[in-house]
């Protein structure tokens, strides 16, 4: 098959290309190479040879009119992602890009066969709990007083006592905190249903955070496995927001690589959404600490400074079971995770620690606050 991958220069894009030409397919990239993901302009090194390249923005109705022509299939993960505070831009890139998509092929007629849509996790918001009284709850997001009094725990939004967080299901209830969690799924949303009223067979995939190599270190914005690896790579404490105990759950790429490829091929997938996580719950402070052992820095122990992102869940961790049930299992660990990171970044001519100043920025922008500041 010959397939387009949006924002196949990228961290996810490129692995999911390495493992679409293993298996025969032909690959043509749509990505406009931003800043501060890519140095601007420049083609990745990890990217292979023979996959064609088209320089462009999926914001841009020609750059799609150059790349849809002659594919059979899309996989669209070309998107705006993590904290800032600019609302509109991850409209304008993971809405519009993907309404675009849509449009064009209704209009032109192309005869897609597949359209796979990268949406996420953050869709959920703070996903699903239990009370003692009350059963099933799905709390909202905490409030800015809560999170200045550091009380970080969600509560029962029946009975305001304390919940127990329990693996979030692809029927959950969608409630997402932030302007990329509600554009993920507005973008998964339009692209499933639009699908379905034009017969183009789409699946949208809902990551959790995903690790492994090539992840850009310049963009330290998020991703804890970026972040923590700069900091230890330096010599640094690796820095934990709220009091470390947020469980997550971390996937491979080569395991969602592996997902996009199912959803490409399995007809059973169809006009779904799929979590694709990494089977695991893990606090964020664990998560450092392996980052530590991993790195070899052993007198280092993890920094928890007590600050928030604005916006954050608690807790969240997905219930893979609907993508396991088509015969995908994770296989990644986050110790591998950390391992190949480090191992790629070492290689890297210009690999440098950009989370302080990305830190930085990010309090000044009211994305990262916390009671010592104010
Ligand atoms: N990495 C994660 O943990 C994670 C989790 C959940 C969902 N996702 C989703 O997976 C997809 C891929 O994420 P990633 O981690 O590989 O990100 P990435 O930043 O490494 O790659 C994204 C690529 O898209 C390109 N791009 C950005 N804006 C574009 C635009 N306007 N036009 C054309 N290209 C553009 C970038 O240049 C980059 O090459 C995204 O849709 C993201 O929302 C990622």
Redesign the pocket.
């Known amino acids: 098959m010959k397939i387009l991958v949006?924002?196949g220069?990228?961290?996810?894009?490129s692995h999911t290309i390495d493992l679409l030409l293993a298996q025969g397919h032909t690959v043509r990239i749509?990505?406009?190479?931003?800043p501060p993901?890519?140095l601007a302009g420049q083609w990745p090194d990890y990217l292979p040879s023979g996959v064609e390249t088209i320089l462009?923005?999926?914001?841009d109705r020609s750059a799609w009119e150059a790349a849809l022509p002659g594919v059979e299939a899309v996989i669209h993960?070309?998107?705006?992602?993590d904290y800032l505070p600019d609302f509109s831009k991850f409209f304008h890139?993971n809405c519009v890009?993907a309404a675009l998509l849509y449009e064009i092929i209704v209009e032109k007629r192309l005869p897609i066969q597949k359209i796979v849509v990268?949406s996420?996790?953050a869709s959920y918001g703070e996903g699903k709990y239990t009370c003692a009284t009350g059963g099933v709850v799905y709390p909202g997001q905490r409030s800015e007083s809560q999170l200045k009094a550091r009380d970080w725990n969600v509560k029962c939004p029946k009975c305001g006592g304390p919940i127990q967080w329990e693996l979030t299901p692809e029927d959950a209830l969608v409630n997402p905190a932030n302007a990329y969690g509600m554009s993920?799924f507005a973008e998964e949303m339009l692209a499933i249903n639009l699908g379905k009223r034009y017969d183009i067979p789409t699946v949208g995939m809902r990551?959790s955070?995903?690790q492994g190599a090539r992840?850009?270190f310049r963009?330290a914005y998020s991703?804890a496995l970026r972040i923590f690896a700069m900091q230890t790579m330096a010599g640094q404490r690796p820095t934990v927001y709220e009091d470390g105990q947020q469980i997550r759950d971390f996937v491979y790429a080569g395991d969602v690589a592996r997902a996009n490829a199912l959803a490409l091929e399995d007809e059973r997938a169809n006009y779904q959404a799929f979590n694709v996580g990494g089977g695991k719950g893990i606090t964020v402070e664990e998560f450092a600490k392996v980052m530590i052992r991993a790195s070899g820095k052993t007198e280092l122990t993890p920094n928890i400074t007590g600050e928030y992102r604005f916006g954050d869940t608690r807790h969240i961790f997905s219930d893979v079971s609907k993508l396991r049930a088509l015969g995908w299992e994770p296989t990644g660990s986050v110790e591998q995770n950390c391992r190949e990171y480090l191992h790629w970044a070492a290689t890297q001519r210009d690999f440098r620690n950009y989370a302080s100043e990305a830190r930085e920025y990010m309090q000044r922008v009211g994305a990262v606050r916390g009671s010592n500041d104010e």
Do not use: E, P
């Open positions: 949006t924002g220069a990228g961290f996810i894009g749509l990505d406009n190479l931003t993901v890519h462009g923005d999926v914001r993960l070309a998107a705006y992602q890139v890009g990268a996420s996790q993920k990551y955070i995903v992840q850009s963009n991703g």
